[in-house]
């Protein structure tokens, strides 16, 4: 089984799903001013259509052993969009992470819907710094960047390693690690015109 992977969602299924971010809204998390975000988890429905379905919703809550920013505690958001959990998107998405994974079409994913808005002169991507999520896969997909530098996902084999990733996630490419074996970080965003707020949107997956 891979540790890293790399794959590329097809252009025009991204573009369908980019002017969902606009809506993503505040939370008064910690971090909830400046990281937008929905989360749900889904798996693919017993019917005939293929699609995917949302289960139903609960808190989010990491342990302090893997976030010792924001972990211990219920994080409560706002659901994905029916009309993106049932977009041609999501199910290639999933679709791929779950074969990668080597995990049948039915099984569960949480998926975190992310926007990062640029604040002041820096802004962190990843406040927990240097971590993993506790889960077996992991995927990250680049959906859009604006007015800013920055940004660029960092993969180590080892805490304390240096990266043997760090570039930025360009549109509808999907990076995919063992959560197991690699760590990850990703370094602060900045605008690059302070005449307009910049921004990174990203999808988070996760699979146990």
């Known amino acids: ?15 369908a799903v980019k ?33 995917y379905m949302k289960m139903e919703s609960e808190a989010f809550n990491q342990s302090t052993d893997y976030n010792q920013f924001q972990g211990g505690v219920d ?3 706002e659901d994905i969009e029916d009309e993106i959990i049932e977009s041609v998107f999501m199910l290639e998405m999933c679709d791929l992470f779950l074969n990668s994974c080597a995990f049948p079409d039915y099984h569960e994913i949480e ?16 406040p927990e710094g240097v971590h993993q999520d506790g889960y077996t896969f992991i ?5 859009n960047r604006y007015n800013i530098t920055g940004g660029n996902l960092l993969v180590c084999k080892t805490h304390e390693g240096k990266p043997i990733v760090d570039f930025p996630l360009d549109s509808g490419e999907m990076i995919m690690l063992d959560d ?8 602060p965003i900045k605008p690059v015109s302070h005449a307009v ?6 999808f988070i997956l996760t699979v146990r």
Do not use: C
């Open 197 to 202: 707020q910049g921004w990174m949107d990203a």
């Open 139 to 143: 995927a990250m997909v680049g959906i």
């Open 1 to 15: 089984m891979y540790k890293i992977k790399l794959e590329q969602i097809d252009s025009l299924e991204v573009d």
């Open 75 to 77: 994080r409560k958001f």
């Open 111 to 126: 998926i975190h819907q992310m926007r990062i808005i640029t604040k002041d002169e820096s802004t962190p991507v990843s």
């Open 180 to 187: 197991r074996a690699m760590w990850h970080d990703a370094t």
């Open 19 to 51: 002017e969902s971010f606009n809506r993503l809204p505040k939370t008064d998390h910690k971090d909830g001013q400046y990281r937008l975000r929905r989360y749900s988890k889904i798996k693919l429905s017993d019917d005939d259509d293929f699609k």
